[in-house]
């Protein structure tokens, strides 16, 4: 079935360097990309998305780069400051039944920021 | 903004009881959806609710039912709680596109921690 794969589970990084979560998927039909940060008892947020007819975006120290061909998609966050401490989530749109997308989100990538 | 809002946000059941977790959204979404949350495995959709009046299964449907009340609120029940549905239960909402939920933002709520002893 459809999966994703979300790679590393963990990430620790001193505050300022970058930090790099790689997902791969496994339905070329998928053609939506959401990023989600989780912080500790809260529900996850939305911090970006991309879609399937763009490559890159960016948002301030936040960026997503997608490949369609070799179907990974990436969450690169610069300037890292303890506040990005959290658990990240990447997500896939690939078709259900009833013309249904579902969102298939990846294990998660806890990252931690040292000052 | 309140978004979406669930409660209880905490609840401890026997094996057997029944609950209903309740899930309220503020933004006029169409689409409404329940996920259990399981450490190292992200979360998996157990119900969704494209638009007021329909319900449909998601991926991992069994020992729960929903009811869509309105177009705000979405409701989760599970009849006789088993061990195995100790977890983490999020709703979401989401605009509609096209007359199916689909590439659009998924909006959480704060999360519901249900133990079952």
């Known amino acids: 079935g459809e999966n994703v794969e979300q790679h590393p589970s963990t990430l620790s990084v001193q505050e300022g360097d970058s930090a790099v979560i790689k997902c791969t998927y496994s339905?070329?039909?998928?053609?939506?990309f959401p990023w989600y940060k989780q912080e500790l008892g809260k529900g996850p947020q939305l911090i970006i998305d991309?879609?399937?007819?763009?490559g890159e975006k960016k948002d301030q120290r936040i960026a997503v780069t997608l490949n369609k061909t070799a179907k990974h998609f990436s969450l690169h966050i610069t300037e890292t400051q303890p506040e990005d401490s959290a658990v990240y989530f990447c997500?896939?749109?690939?078709?259900?039944?009833?013309?249904?997308?579902?969102?298939?989100f990846g294990a998660g990538t806890r990252l931690a920021v040292h000052p | 903004n309140a978004g979406v809002t669930q409660t209880p946000k905490f609840q401890v059941l026997k094996t057997g009881q029944s609950m209903t977790l309740q899930c309220a959204q503020d933004m006029n979404h169409n689409s409404m959806y329940w996920y259990r949350q399981d450490p190292g495995m992200g979360l998996r959709l157990i119900y969704y609710?494209?638009?007021?009046?329909?319900?449909d299964k998601g991926e991992v449907p069994n020992g729960y039912n929903v009811s869509r009340l309105n177009k705000r609120e979405f409701s989760l029940r599970l009849e006789s709680a088993a061990p195995s549905q100790t977890s983490v239960y999020f709703c979401?909402?989401?605009?509609?596109?096209?007359?199916?939920?689909?590439?659009?933002?998924?909006?959480f709520g704060d999360g519901t921690r249900l133990s079952i002893l």
């Open positions: 339905d070329s039909a998928s053609n939506y």
């Open positions: 609710s494209a638009s007021e009046g329909t319900t």
């Open positions: 991309i879609r399937s007819n763009v």
């Open positions: 979401a909402s989401s605009s509609l596109t096209g007359g199916v939920p689909s590439n659009q933002p998924q909006h």
């Open positions: 997500a896939a749109f690939t078709p259900f039944s009833g013309g249904y997308n579902k969102l298939i």
